[in-house]
């Protein structure tokens, strides 16, 4: 741990909600990145999501590659070992993952550009322990908005309604072993940003996470046990006009001795409803904010996604 990433104990804003939403704004100010502890997200839905990941993942190849959806994006099911690579980044990321998406109702508006997440039922917990995951962190991200909206001076619900049927995305990542010592200039996750508003993420059983610091110092970033890293995305970036930066951050290889260990992380990807259109706060302006032009979170996520690889051009 480092001064930068000292844990805020997340009780505190049930105590003091202004010390709370001062202490992740000037964090989030320094490094785009805070660690929150004490959090309520539940250990055994924690514990029982991981144990389901790692079961999907054990699958043989030909089994995971029936839940690989390229054609859209590989915005839900499975995406195969060296598919995403960081945005410039010619070197693919030596990871695979599964992504889980929000259930809609039947009637959403927005099923025409959210697909269902489909079933796994050769690992009989995958879906009812993925989607209890992805419920817990939905509902604890939406409360660690109302802390960031008042560090901005919007009411403490000023987010609501505007990520309540974002397209969030629970990330189930898998670094494998590496036998053999990496190839140079390889790193398992490249440098990059993330695209949505904030990022919640469980510390990994194996490190590796660094933050680009202002300054030009990789951070190194190892919670406590039990503590739930968060940070900025692109779309509150541009939401405050950079007040709140969206900071690079990569995974780096692991030593020789931890190399042939697998790296297992859980980020969830809160986003705003497609529809929202993200224009700069004018109080973040009037700060110094550089504002860039309104665009709405579907057509910035499509913007990006092109990008990093995951839809063609």
Known sequence: MTEYFTPIPFPLWREDKQAFSD????????????????????LDIIQRAIDASKAFFALPEDVKEKYHDAANGRQRGYTPFGTENAKGAKAADLKEFWHTGRALPADSPYRATMKDTPSVPEVEEFDAATRAFYEALDAFGAQLLKGIALHLGQPEDWFDDKVEMGNSILRLLHYPPQENPPPAGTVRAGAHEDINVITLLLGAEESGLQVLHSSGEWLSVNPP??????????????LTGGVLPSTTHRVINPSRERAKFPRYSTPFFLHFNQDFLIEALPQCIEEGGKAEAPI???DYLMERLREIGLVKA
Not at 23 to 42: L, Y
Not at 225 to 238: E, T
């Open 225 to 238: 046990l039990g503590a739930i890293v968060i940070n900025c995305g692109d779309m509150l970036q541009r």
């Open 296 to 298: 709405t979170a579907q």
């Open 23 to 42: 202490a992740i704004g000037r964090s989030f100010r320094e490094t785009g990145f805070a660690v929150i502890d004490q959090h309520p997200v539940d």
